[in-house]
């Protein structure tokens, strides 16, 4: 009997959004307890729609920043969210009318699983999968989280953290075979790493990613002007 070539997109659409679903428990009691209320929390999950911009966020918010920064941190830690839609609009080569849902639903998630694909209709699937998939638990687990508030205590000591950011990399890890691949995740960790504890929130993420491209474009480059030579 034939096996579905979707079964397995859908499979990992699911894991991948059950254990990021489970982090917007994290979301919802951390916003709570920086101050915001339930209809703003929901706010946030539902039409901002990004983990790191949301985090960001409150903790502005938390440490008793304006409101300004916080839309500032939130805003350059989304930024990110463009460039995977410049990667995406030709991978999926979605019609007109489905492009808003589509942007709403484009995440770090959504990207990996899409663009980790090897045809375009298993990417469409893995997108639209996964980015509903996340989309509704995150949201169910927000309200779970900020309905809970105090109760739960520090979300991280059930390890979801740790859950989301091994889901993330059961993705990226098949994908690190190459050389050129290799290359482009050491310098993004390297600059992550090194710019964490000194810059605002966002800020490392956006420069590993800046640094990511532009490794991934010139060492392609490099390595053929050696061949040529």
Do not use: C, K
């Amino acid at each position: 009997m034939p096996t579905d070539p979707l079964r397995a997109v859908r499979r990992q659409a699911l894991s991948v959004s059950v254990a990021t679903g489970l982090y917007g428990i994290s979301f919802g009691a951390l916003s709570v307890a920086a101050g915001l209320d339930l209809p703003q929390t929901m706010a946030l999950s539902l039409l901002m729609f990004s983990g790191g911009s949301q985090f960001a966020f409150i903790g502005v918010v938390g440490a008793g920043g304006a409101a300004g920064a916080a839309i500032a941190s939130a805003a350059l830690l989304g930024a990110r969210n463009g460039l995977y839609g410049a990667q995406l609009t030709p991978l999926l080569d979605l019609p007109r009318r489905l492009r808003p849902a589509a942007a709403h639903l484009t995440i770090d998630e959504s990207t990996a699983v899409a663009t980790a694909q090897p045809t375009r209709s298993a990417a469409r699937a893995g997108f639209w999968w996964t980015g509903a998939g996340v989309f509704v638990l995150w949201n169910a687990f927000t309200l779970l989280g900020a309905l809970a508030g105090d109760r739960l205590g520090d979300p991280r000591a059930y390890g979801l953290d740790a859950a989301a950011a091994a889901a993330f990399l059961a993705l990226v890890w098949p994908r690190l075979a190459g050389r050129v691949a290799q290359g482009v995740a050491a310098a993004a960790v390297v600059v992550a790493l090194v710019t964490t504890p000194v810059l605002p929130a966002g800020v490392p993420v956006l420069l590993a990613a800046l640094v990511a491209v532009g490794v991934g474009v010139l060492a392609p480059e490099a390595a053929q002007r050696e061949d040529a030579a």
